[in-house]
């Protein structure tokens, strides 16, 4: 074999590949890595010979490396914050209220509107930053704070920039149909007509969005609204994902799985029904156990027909300042397996793997092929990742084959 550019040793690999060992596990591994794609992933002593030769070698200390992480669902680009609703709530008033009086959703419209394209850059480069540094590699971005056609794009087009910025491998999704504008009150399928035959268009003609979403709710949007934004994606060729049945059930699940959708979103009401149609469909199910809990939401997804009817299950951050004001991965790992019970294996794969199938990015296993991009834990087993509270044990992050200097990874200072 050729000689790496990158080979990492003295390792434990949690490959995720999926088969007999936990995690995919390789103890006392190595990974080698040309031209950002991985050419092997195995167990040190079956490196083939030539692969060292002129690579560049990464002592990982007897570390865990696993894929780099994916967060498949988030709204980080968005003006202002909401903690002053947060408070609102905590003396009684409901989301939904709030959102029925005009706030929620579209006080942080009024805020990104206000925000030029430079703001919105600089206040969510922050955030991600804080994301990367906790192993975070490939990141999905949604609009959904313009709800004007200007405001989405700009919205998109920050989204852009912060992936040329950072080096996260960045992943965009038009979500025009996130909540009704002020502008359009008691104008619904006009608004409904601008999704679909302005925005969706656009973005897709200007290249600005991988994909396309819409919030099916009862403070929302309906099925049928939902659909015609769907109809709009699919004649742009764009792939589908949709918030479904989080708050109410609303068909939402079945209606993603009707479309093909690469995945269904939340899905804490969702009914047997919806996850069968998922399953036959092979929509995904991204859990974001983030908002159940800021939420206080007593539900969570059906897991257990998940698993029984063989759904795959993605778990993100749902990063946003309403419903998940949550700046760590490794804390919706954590979520994921008390709050919604998914093993500890399970909620890494749905980072990972999973959540690498969902934005159709070859990315989330540690294999011949896959992009390069990794992290070395300080960590004894996998399983810590979900199992600490808070700390910074990414030691080193690579990105497409590249080093990321640790200064850059945030407290990636030794933990051990
Ligand atoms: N569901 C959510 O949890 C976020 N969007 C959505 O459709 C919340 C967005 C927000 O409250 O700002
Ligand atoms: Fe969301």
Same mark, same amino acid.
């Given at each position: ?14 490959? @995720?590949?999926?088969?007999? +060992? ?30 060292? +030769?002129?690579?560049? =070698? @990464? ?39 709030? +959102? ?5 959703? &579209? ?7 206000? *925000?030029?394209?430079? =703001?919105?850059? *600089? !206040?969510? =480069? ?37 992936? /040329? ?7 965009? /999704? ?30 897709? %003609? ?41 708050? !109410?059930?609303?068909?939402? #699940?079945?209606? *993603? ?18 996850? %069968?149609?998922?399953?036959? #469909? ?21 897991? =257990? ?7 795959? @299950? ?9 419903? !998940? ?17 998914? /093993? ?21 296993? &540690?294999?011949?092929?896959?992009? +390069? ?12 990742? *979900?199992?600490?509270?808070?700390? !910074? ?24």
């Amino acid at each position: 074999m050729v000689g790496a550019d990158l080979l990492v040793r003295n390792v434990h690999l949690a490959t @995720m590949v999926p088969g007999d +060992a936990p995690y995919g596990a390789v103890r006392h591994g190595a990974v080698a890595v040309r031209d950002g794609r991985i050419v092997f992933a195995g167990p040190d002593r079956d490196l083939p010979s030539g692969v060292a +030769a002129g690579a560049r =070698e @990464m002592d990982g200390g007897g570390r865990w490396v696993t894929p780099g992480l994916v967060d498949c669902h988030t709204h980080l680009v968005f003006g202002g914050n909401r903690a002053a609703e947060f408070e609102r709530r905590l003396s009684g008033a409901t989301y939904e209220e709030i +959102a029925r009086e005009g706030g929620g959703i &579209l006080s942080t419209v009024a805020a990104t509107r206000a *925000a030029s394209q430079e =703001e919105l850059v *600089a !206040s969510a =480069e922050a955030r991600l930053l804080l994301l990367a540094g906790r192993g975070v590699t490939t990141v999905e971005i949604k609009s959904g704070y313009g709800l004007d056609p200007a405001t989405e794009l700009r919205m998109l087009r920050a989204a852009r920039e912060l992936g /040329t910025r950072t080096g996260v491998r960045v992943r965009t /999704t038009l979500l025009g149909a996130h909540a009704l504008p002020e502008e359009y009150r008691g104008r619904r399928d006009d608004y409904v007509t601008l999704v679909a035959e302005e925005m969706v268009p656009e973005a897709a %003609r200007l290249g600005l969005a991988d994909a396309v979403d819409a919030f099916c709710e009862g403070i929302a949007f309906s099925p049928d609204e939902c659909a015609r934004v769907f109809d709009a994606a699919v004649k742009a060729a764009l792939p589908l994902r949709l918030h479904a049945d989080q708050l !109410s059930d609303q068909g939402g #699940a079945a209606l *993603a799985a009707r479309y093909g959708a690469r995945s269904a979103d939340h899905l804490e009401h969702a009914s047997d029904d919806g996850v %069968r149609a998922m399953a036959a #469909a092979r929509t995904a199910a991204v859990l974001l156990p983030g908002a159940a809990h800021f939420l206080r939401d007593a539900h969570v997804p059906p897991v =257990e027909a998940f698993r029984r009817h063989g759904v795959p @299950m993605a778990v993100a951050t749902d990063l946003n300042p309403g419903s !998940s004001p949550l700046l760590d991965p490794l804390g919706a790992l954590s979520l994921a397996c008390v709050v919604f019970r998914l /093993t500890p294996e399970e909620a890494l794969a749905g980072m990972t793997r999973v959540a690498a199938g969902v934005l159709g990015v070859e990315a989330g296993v &540690l294999r011949p092929g896959a992009v +390069a991009d990794l992290v070395l834990w300080s960590v004894g087993h996998p399983a810590e990742l *979900a199992y600490w509270m808070g700390g !910074s044990p990414a030691w080193r992050v690579v990105r497409a084959g590249s080093v990321i200097p640790p200064a850059q990874v945030a407290g990636g200072v030794e933990a051990s």
